[in-house]
């Protein structure tokens, strides 16, 4: 099924930016979309936007709309989270995954599989 490697975190302040990279090994996502999810401790991993590989479709969960952008470089089999106007509560480890079932554009975790290993982002106020 090949492998998920998300970088890009790090330690920011209330209001600015990050831009998190999900790279995948032995594997493509032609005929999948990828999703990013977070989880913040003590709290379930919630979905937090997803694109469809070969049309570039996207959808975001409520709580970054506006703020948060995911694309993807066919080419470098890469796929990009843009967050911008962090805010503290965007605190949490954030993973990519390869969706595998159900409809593209589900928020469930359930419907994704090959995470990575996560990335921390922290946001300090």
């Known amino acids: 099924q090949g492998q998920l490697a998300e970088s890009g975190g790090g330690l920011v302040q209330a209001g600015g930016s990050l831009r998190l990279s999900c790279a995948a090994s032995?594997?493509?996502?032609?005929?999948?979309?990828m999703g990013w999810f977070r989880q913040a401790p003590g709290q379930e991993r919630e979905f937090v936007a997803a694109?469809?590989?070969?049309?570039?479709?996207?959808e975001y969960a409520n709580s970054v709309k506006g703020r948060f952008a995911i694309s993807r470089d066919s080419a470098k089999n890469t796929g990009y989270l843009q967050m911008n106007t962090l805010k503290a509560e965007d605190t949490a480890v954030y993973y990519c995954?390869?969706?595998?079932?159900?409809?593209?554009?589900?928020?469930?975790?359930?419907?994704?599989?090959?995470w990575g290993q996560g990335t921390q982002v922290t946001v300090s106020s």
């Open positions: 995954a390869a969706h595998q079932r159900g409809m593209w554009f589900s928020h469930n975790r359930s419907d994704f599989g090959s």
């Open positions: 032995g594997r493509t996502f032609d005929k999948y979309s």
């Open positions: 694109i469809h590989w070969r049309t570039g479709n996207t």
